[in-house]
């Protein structure tokens, strides 16, 4: 089954023309806590396990997309037109081919990010959640987040996660066609949760975090432990949510990551995203945690690292980490 | 069954009072290629899996042992008096007294080592063996390699693979007493096989590899893969020492290195022996390997990483690694 396909099954019925002349939205970026780290399936994102994230509430994706009257689309990234023949635009334009098969109209597309491109940050999953936001309105087809978010991970796996904010669980389904695989938002909030930004690295990584998956799953012997070790993991979140319970919380997603880690330094070849200031700062984290401190990391196809930590111990982290960006995930900013 | 009972059994009908004043012994450390990782029985120290080794020629240690006429023992490494109420004195005493139950005698040791201790180069192993071959020198047991392995598996482990020189396969056995868990030497030597000590760091770990091993096995997730990739390792391993395939070697020790290691992150709370130091050689490691140079690594229980290349590539090599020390496993050294 092609995307083009499943796109076809879920705007049956729909429209398949632009309705509006413009349309914006916003996508927040997720990081998450039970990992996406494996595909059943290259051509749909079809993940191997379910996974589990958290929003990052403003920091994400906005975008605007315009029907222009040129003969190709127009892209603009924080302002900044992007070659047409980048890799960037060019999974752009051929997301934006599914919509078009029918009848050819085109776009000027200016996306406006707040997150780091490419460090370790979703910043594909919130730029294909907006844009598959966007498209809803500018195509008012007025889908559910469970299609939206089906739409979204044609376009990158964990762009599925990032259709809404909160707790969010993206089921990974049986089915071949991945109708079943789409992520829902879980009732529980936690305003006191917050989630510190370490940017060690902002640099464009090495290895895609696409291309890591792959090898990993291809060669690393190792990796036939995660997926059970994801089931035990999905259990504990969803009960730390549930129940408030922190230590479960960090515990959880901070072993989550590292085992994540491991298998891609068992690859061939090894993958070892981490730098030594990334070594450092675990080392720093499980010092404070050893002074009664509750704090943890999550880490993403890159070096930078997430803290995860309450409201109530900000502060004293704020002074340990002065370079930390702190998002509080449920709580609403002051300015978005 | 404990430690005292296998030494019943193996020592039946043999003597049971020391038949010299004095006896001396050398045993060569070594360098696992396939790693002795997690044990099925504490007291006995046997492993859940079969290891393979390279004994490290000249490095290692020597044993001198002198009855004495004191009420104690006395012990002395490197021509320096060892405190007796130490973990390292309270070690080998007790495993010196698995061998007095009956009589009691009291011994000077003297143990000289040419390997810095504790740095993740297995100085248990040899310090552990060569006791073993001056204990059966001393009371001039006569005993097989295979049970001199089973005897000095109750000091330690990876002691067992270090009765003898050349590649060594520890079989991990199945009978709950060990008697089937012994090591033996494969018949093939490698002339041109060199292995370069990197010493990082020489200081003393803060987490023993007992300690590591214990916490991993009981914790890690992924170490359930473990086993069946060590059964893999050893078949390549095997094949390419058979057939002085160097690539084959080079790479399948490094990955196992990496797995193990990979287990251990995986581990609650993690562990990571590497340094910034560690993950900088590794990378020019492969960054040389890219460039075409035939050189792998292996790390144990510690940042240090010891390098496998073939001869012919010494030269270059010394020069990118100006501290690297070099062994050839199969040279005999011109002063032992």
Chains 1, 2 share one sequence.
């Not at 980048?86 to 081919?97: A, G, H, P, R, V």
């Not at 008012?140 to 939206?148: F, I, V």
């Not at 994801?230 to 515990?251: C, M, N, T, Y």
């Not at 890159?302 to 702190?326: Q, R, T, Y």
Request: charged fraction near 20%; glycine fraction near 4%; include cysteine.
């Amino acid at each position: 089954m092609k995307k083009i396909d499943v796109v076809h099954f879920l705007l049956k019925n729909l429209s398949d023309v632009p309705q509006r002349e413009t349309a914006t939205a916003f996508a927040p970026t997720n990081i998450a806590l039970c990992k996406y780290w494996g595909k059943r399936n290259q051509e749909l994102n079809l993940p191997v396990t379910s996974s589990l994230s958290v929003s990052l509430n403003q920091k994400g994706a906005a975008v605007k997309l315009k029907i222009n009257s040129r003969a190709h689309d127009v892209i603009f990234l924080n302002d900044q037109a992007v070659d047409l023949n980048s890799e960037f635009s060019q999974k752009l334009i051929s997301f934006l081919n599914l919509f078009r098969a029918k009848q050819k109209w085109n776009v000027d597309i200016e996306i406006k990010s707040n997150i780091p491109i490419a460090a370790g940050l979703a910043s594909s999953a919130c730029g294909f959640a907006s844009l598959v936001l966007a498209l809803n309105e500018l195509f008012q087809w007025n889908l559910s987040s469970e299609k939206l978010s089906i739409l979204a991970r044609l376009g990158s796996g964990s762009a599925s996660r990032s259709i809404e904010h909160g707790f969010i669980e993206w089921h990974a389904g049986k089915e071949e066609t991945g109708m079943d695989s789409y992520s829902k938002k879980l009732a529980a909030e936690w305003p006191e949760l917050c989630v510190g930004l370490c940017i060690v690295n902002d640099q464009q990584k090495e290895i895609s975090s696409r291309e890591a998956m792959q090898r990993t799953i291809e060669t690393s012997q190792l990796y036939s432990a995660w997926p059970e070790k994801v089931s035990h993991d999905l259990i504990s979140l969803k009960e730390a949510i549930a129940s408030h319970d922190f230590e479960l919380l960090g515990r959880t997603a901070e072993s989550n990551a590292i085992a994540m880690h491991a298998t891609m330094m068992d690859a061939h070849p090894p993958i070892i995203y981490s730098s030594s200031k990334t070594l450092h700062m675990m080392q720093k984290i499980w010092e404070l945690r050893a002074e009664g401190l509750s704090v943890f990391f999550t880490q993403d196809a890159g070096p930078n690292l997430k803290l995860l930590f309450l409201k109530k111990d900000e502060e004293v982290l704020k002074e340990k980490f002065s370079m930390m960006e702190i998002i509080e995930p449920f709580v609403m900013p002051a300015c978005f």
